[in-house]
């Protein structure tokens, strides 16, 4: 016999879809969603809908809700220095942080012969585009420390190896396999600083 009402038990179910939201914590959001005033439960179920219309920037792939991001038109960041994230997640840590003035790249993935994703597969075609219209430019690879993070840092150095492109990397006093977007502000800052030039 089912403990709860129907509609609660689709409630829960679908908390339970997110990250680290496990039987007790989607019971707890359920009942308390119950609780909220019914004109912010609707607003709530447009802003999760809403959600659905933001998409990548045509400029460096983070997320927007406008043809190009914020940080793209934003004139007093350094153009010419990309910060090369896998996901969008990784650009939200590093303005957390707020020291880096710069701008992004995001590949939306990581290179992965195992599950079938080559360089075609991910945002790379246009990174090249634009790092050709600069002069001086710089890419900071802060990408995890993984084979497929390896590897596509691997990838990006062979294509730009002939280019005036200075590549570097973040510092690793980060752990190994550690998620750009679980690291703390300070830990950002210091590999940002401290970050090393790939060698030859």
């Known amino acids: ?11 829960m179910e679908f908390y339970k879809q997110l990250p680290g939201i496990g039987e007790k914590n989607a019971e707890r959001l359920a009942l308390a969603t119950m ?66 003035n710069g701008v992004y790249h995001v590949l939306n993935g990581l290179i992965s012969p195992i599950d079938d994703i080559s360089p075609e597969d991910i945002n790379i075609a246009s990174l090249v585009s634009r790092v050709k219209e600069m002069e001086n430019p710089e890419l900071i690879l802060s990408l995890k420390s993984s084979i497929e993070g390896e590897t596509t840092m691997l990838y990006l150095k062979k294509i730009f190896e002939n280019s005036n492109v200075t590549i570097s990397r973040l510092s690793y006093g980060i752990p190994m396999g550690a998620d750009i977007d679980y690291l703390d502000p300070v830990t950002i800052d210091k590999a940002l600083v401290d970050r090393k030039k790939i060698s030859e």
């Open 35 to 100: 609780a909220i005033d019914e004109d912010v439960i609707n607003d709530f179920a447009s802003s999760i809908v809403n959600l659905k219309s933001l998409h990548s920037c045509s400029i460096c792939g983070h997320l927007t809700d406008e043809d190009v991001c914020n940080i793209c038109r934003d004139d007093s960041r350094e153009q010419n220095v990309i910060c090369v994230t896998e996901d969008s997640k990784s650009v939200f840590t590093f303005e957390k942080s707020g020291h880096f």
């Open 1 to 11: 016999m089912a403990i709860y009402p129907k509609l609660i038990e689709e409630t």
